[in-house]
């Protein structure tokens, strides 16, 4: 894996930063892209040396500007001249019930999670063409299979991200660059205070989140053997295949798992 080149966007904490500092630690040279400079230079600055020479690259790009997307995929290209391994991780939530639902963070969730990541793939497509043996890893979530209550336009922006996805490891396999989905579940970073609206409804319990390094982990491994597709928890995964086969199920598991005062629909007739 020594001289591959990475980008990894929202390097500048929680699962990005993890990420970059595993990739970095294992020879890879990375471009680390979010719009806080400040962050993203003390991140590099503690990162080795690429084995291949060269330096890191860090990029202040804010996702919902398509210029400034644009304009970072070309300095990637001029300094790194192709791409080995695109790491769609930038992302953010928003929690509100939907009879509250705010446009502009609604639209914010989606320009970030969704057309943002689009338009990442897009503008890497010619470097990816040119890298050794490119692939993609977009961060999704468990909720992008099983929405939860409280955070549907969060958990319908990552069903987005799976379908995008899909669709994407077909149209790319004729210039074989592996496409992969991967769903974490909650995760130790500052995701939850960064959320949009996070005073609409409690913390979910943290007690049970994991460290960011388990994901950056699982997106290393997708990068040594890509597949289509993986949730980390086996639960959400079941949960997820439940939601398919029997829904009603799937919703009294989720209400029992989630606790307070979510209620399980009835059944009417
Ligand atoms: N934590 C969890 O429990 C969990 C569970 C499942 C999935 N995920 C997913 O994992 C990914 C990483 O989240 P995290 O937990 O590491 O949270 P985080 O610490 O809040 O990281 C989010 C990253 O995205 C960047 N970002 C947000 N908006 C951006 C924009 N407009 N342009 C560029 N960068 C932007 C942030 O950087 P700046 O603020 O510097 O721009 C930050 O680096 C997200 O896609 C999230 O949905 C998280």
Redesign the pocket.
Known sequence: MKGRRALV?????????AVSRLLAAQGYRVAL????RA??EAVAAELPRPSSGGDHLVLP????RVEEIEGAIEAVEAAFGGLDLLIN?????YRARVSELDPEPLRRVF???VF?LLLTCKACYPLLVRGDRPVVVN?????GRRGIPGQAGYSAS?AAVCSIGEALRIEWAEEDIAVSTL?????A????Q?QLNPQALPDPDLGD?RP?SG?AQAILALDQDPRPEVSLRWKWRLLGILSILSPRLADHALVRRLGGDWRVPRRRG
């Not at 961060?139 to 909720?143: A, I, L």
């Not at 769903?183 to 995760?187: E, G, Q, R």
């Open positions: 966007t929202g390097a500048s904490s929680g699962i990005g930063e892209l979010a719009r806080n962050r993203l790009c804010d996702l919902t991780n930038a992302g953010i939530g320009d970030t999670n943002a961060v999704s979530s468990v909720v990552k769903n974490p579940a909650l995760t970073t500052g995701f939850f960064n989140a960011a994901v």
